[in-house]
């Protein structure tokens, strides 16, 4: 079992930046990843970007690559997401989220893939 509590979310200006944690707490594993999706009311929920813990090796959407940056931090079980250049689709509920065969090849960008998800955290972005 995984808990994960997200935070940093909030209201930025178009062109802003924001950065958002995700902390991992119970029984965690270095096979695990770590993943940031988003949805808006009525639309499928999107992947963002992930982590894979034992490696690091990442990957983004298109939508955010190049603007989105995920890390981690191994001491303090936690992931980031630093959006930087945000824009008004940006607007979301963001959730960080595990997945437990990481380890798997594959992209891990689908919600499928994942078990353990966080409450959520409200991102806006203004125009």
């Known amino acids: 079992q995984v808990q994960l509590v997200e935070s940093g979310g909030g209201l930025v200006q178009a062109g802003g930046s924001l950065r958002l944690s995700c902390a991992a707490s119970g029984r965690t594993f270095n096979s695990y990843g770590m993943g940031w999706f988003r949805q808006t009311p009525g639309k499928e929920r999107e992947f963002v970007a992930r982590i894979r813990w034992s490696t690091g090796s990442t990957y983004y959407s298109d939508s955010v690559k190049g603007r989105f940056t995920i890390s981690k931090d191994n001491a303090k079980n936690t992931v980031y997401l630093q959006m930087n250049s945000l824009k008004p689709e940006d607007t979301a509920v963001y959730y960080c989220?595990?997945?437990?065969?990481?380890?798997?090849?594959?992209?891990?960008?689908?919600?499928?893939?994942?078990?353990?998800w966080g409450q959520g955290t409200q991102v806006t972005v203004s125009s």
């Open positions: 989220a595990v997945d437990p065969k990481a380890w798997r090849w594959g992209l891990r960008a689908s919600s499928s893939d994942y078990d353990y």
